[in-house]
């Protein structure tokens, strides 16, 4: 484990790559982020990173509470919410999947297997709001990123980055091959539920048709009220 | 009781203190790219120094007051004029109902600031008014403003005179007299890199810079090794490394993770000269401790209160009448 302090308000934890780690950092930053002192954490693939008021608090005191939460915390159940998101794999929507079957000399129905049968782990959430950054893919499907980033990839897009699979809750410039398109809001944008996914959650991904697709977007624009 | 946007300018947004307890959901912070600036608009004008106010990059807006406040203007000069008189930078300013406040193009700097006395009405998105980025949110607060936009204000003030005083430009000088060195602590993959030609070299802020991040140009930093990053947390002034050796220092509106290398992180009380930085003004890096950082973090912090100290006591004589 590695502490460092890498600005004057945040101390960053460092762990030894291990593919479990996520339910350990989640457990650590509920605890944290219940102290008074501290004013938010942010998790990464190993890391945690915590922001405090160093006029307040000194580096000091933080690294003790740090080490000394890390090394109090066993693995604890933490609370996960499995979702079921229904993705549109027409061409229409998923603008690289032709280069997806492609590049792995498969069909489209076996793409559509292959997504959609993990259970997929939302490790945490960056990049941009609500994006999560899943582990779980089948690496039959990884694929690299695209040379030329587009400018704007529709909200709701699914793509493919090398070995992880996304989803884009806005639309944003971004590099993953688009396979698909789901039409549910990922940004509910509520105090105690700014994005539909948090750390910890589940997702599994299941196929829906165009006349699907449009009907469940009328009824996520009905929800959120536009 | 409204102001008007007749004109929108390049990029002016709304921004307070930030949107803070939310990065972990992936939503930037935010708030105003010279956070001095934004403050000092706000005490002069007897505002918590943390309250919404209107941020301008390069080309400022004209706005129309339908109803008579007290701004405050300060940052880069943008040439303010009301009803085509010029409007004194830094200190408290009686605007009527039906003025006319223009800004034009920037002169020194990059971003200035409006304060209205008694704030911004405005619903709050995620517990913060400054404008939120990708995540396509409706009306005001999610995009940059735009002729037609008409932002209600909390209050209307009038004082029976004008007033004749501000506060020294001396406060301001790092926006005329650009830094030509940047303060930065050591980074979270300092040790990635070879320090020593990242700080001999003469970088400038390409024009493809903006509030999600500056792009430098200079001599490239090479990596001593070649390594991959697992994504982890970045913050404003974390100074990135892509693998074209050329920096990219994520700004206000960037994102709370990243997977770019980080060889060091902008000094908090420096950030705001980083802001003000125009493209092509050259600058270099010098290396602080993360001690030295929060010693000057905590001067800073005591000057801000001490000015707001003192304004807050002239605030006290004056005679309002606020409706």
């Known amino acids: 484990?590695?502490?460092?302090?890498?600005?004057?308000?945040?101390?960053?934890?460092?762990?030894?790559?291990?593919?479990?780690?996520?339910?350990?950092?989640?457990?650590?930053?509920?605890?944290?982020?219940?102290?008074?002192?501290?004013?938010?954490?942010?998790?990464?693939?190993?890391?945690?990173?915590?922001?405090?008021?160093?006029?307040?608090?000194?580096?000091?005191?933080?690294?003790?509470?740090?080490?000394?939460?890390?090394?109090?915390?066993?693995?604890?159940?933490?609370?996960?919410?499995?979702?079921?998101?229904?993705?549109?794999?027409?061409?229409?929507?998923?603008?690289?999947?032709?280069?997806?079957?492609?590049?792995?000399?498969?069909?489209?129905?076996?793409?559509?297997?292959?997504?959609?049968?993990?259970?997929?782990?939302?490790?945490?959430?960056?990049?941009?709001?609500?994006?999560?950054?899943?582990?779980?893919?089948?690496?039959?499907?990884?694929?690299?990123?695209?040379?030329?980033?587009?400018?704007?990839?529709?909200?709701?897009?699914?793509?493919?980055?090398?070995?992880?699979?996304?989803i884009y809750p806005s639309t944003s410039p971004g590099g993953w091959q688009i396979i698909g398109r789901t039409p549910i809001n990922l940004l509910p944008l509520d105090a105690d539920r700014p994005t539909l996914l948090v750390p910890g959650d589940q997702i599994r991904f299941y196929p829906i048709n165009k006349t699907e697709f449009e009907q469940l977007q009328k009824e996520e624009r009905i929800k959120n009220g536009n | 009781m409204a102001i008007e946007i007749i004109e929108e300018?390049?990029?002016?947004?709304?921004?307070?203190?930030?949107?803070?307890?939310?990065?972990?959901?992936?939503?930037?912070?935010?708030?105003?790219?010279?956070?001095?600036?934004?403050?000092?608009?706000?005490?002069?004008?007897?505002?918590?120094?943390?309250?919404?106010?209107?941020?301008?990059?390069?080309?400022?807006?004209?706005?129309?007051?339908?109803?008579?406040?007290?701004?405050?203007?300060?940052?880069?000069?943008?040439?303010?004029?009301?009803?085509?008189?010029?409007?004194?930078?830094?200190?408290?300013?009686?605007?009527?109902?039906?003025?006319?406040?223009?800004?034009?193009?920037?002169?020194?700097?990059?971003?200035?600031?409006?304060?209205?006395?008694?704030?911004?009405?405005?619903?709050?998105?995620?517990?913060?008014?400054?404008?939120?980025?990708?995540?396509d949110v409706k009306g005001v607060l999610g995009r940059k403003l735009s002729v037609g936009d008409t932002i209600p204000l909390s209050h209307s003030y009038t004082t029976g005179y004008q007033l004749n005083w501000g506060i020294t430009p001396d406060l301001f000088t790092y926006i005329e007299q650009p830094a030509k060195t940047i303060r930065y602590i050591e980074g979270a993959q300092y040790d990635w890199f070879e320090p020593n030609s990242f700080e001999q070299t003469e970088w400038i802020a390409t024009t493809q810079s903006n509030r999600m991040g500056y792009r430098l140009e200079g001599n490239p930093i090479k990596q001593r090794k070649d390594q991959q990053l697992l994504t982890e947390a970045t913050t404003f002034g974390s100074i990135q490394v892509p693998s074209n050796g050329q920096p990219i220092i994520l700004m206000a509106d960037g994102q709370p993770t990243g997977g770019y290398p980080k060889i060091g992180q902008v000094a908090e009380v420096d950030l705001n000269k980083v802001s003000q930085l125009r493209p092509g003004q050259p600058f270099r890096f010098k290396k602080i401790t993360i001690d030295k950082a929060i010693t000057l973090l905590a001067r800073r912090e005591r000057l801000i209160r001490t000015i707001q100290y003192f304004v807050h006591e002239k605030w006290g004589g004056i005679k309002l009448c606020q409706k």
């Open chain 2, 9 to 135: 300018g390049l990029h002016t947004t709304i921004q307070d203190q930030g949107r803070l307890g939310f990065q972990s959901y992936g939503f930037p912070v935010s708030g105003p790219m010279d956070d001095f600036a934004a403050r000092m608009a706000n005490i002069l004008v007897d505002n918590n120094p943390d309250e919404a106010v209107i941020e301008m990059s390069f080309i400022g807006p004209t706005i129309i007051f339908h109803q008579n406040t007290i701004i405050a203007i300060t940052g880069g000069n943008m040439s303010a004029n009301l009803n085509e008189q010029p409007v004194v930078l830094a200190q408290p300013v009686q605007v009527k109902k039906n003025d006319i406040l223009q800004f034009r193009t920037v002169k020194t700097g990059g971003f200035g600031y409006l304060a209205i006395k008694g704030g911004l009405d405005l619903p709050e998105i995620l517990g913060s008014h400054s404008t939120i980025v990708r995540a």
């Open chain 1, 1 to 166: 484990m590695r502490l460092q302090s890498i600005s004057e308000n945040t101390i960053m934890m460092t762990l030894p790559n291990n593919p479990d780690l996520s339910t350990y950092l989640i457990a650590v930053k509920h605890h944290l982020d219940n102290q008074a002192f501290i004013l938010e954490t942010v998790i990464g693939y190993r890391t945690i990173t915590v922001y405090f008021n160093p006029l307040q608090v000194t580096h000091q005191e933080i690294l003790t509470f740090i080490t000394a939460t890390w090394e109090q915390k066993q693995a604890e159940q933490i609370h996960s919410t499995l979702h079921h998101i229904p993705v549109c794999y027409d061409k229409a929507f998923g603008i690289d999947i032709e280069h997806v079957m492609k590049e792995h000399q498969l069909s489209l129905q076996k793409i559509i297997a292959l997504h959609t049968t993990p259970t997929y782990n939302v490790s945490f959430l960056g990049f941009s709001p609500g994006f999560p950054f899943l582990t779980g893919m089948n690496q039959h499907l990884a694929t690299p990123r695209k040379n030329n980033p587009r400018l704007e990839v529709p909200k709701g897009s699914v793509g493919i980055a090398g070995g992880q699979t996304g």
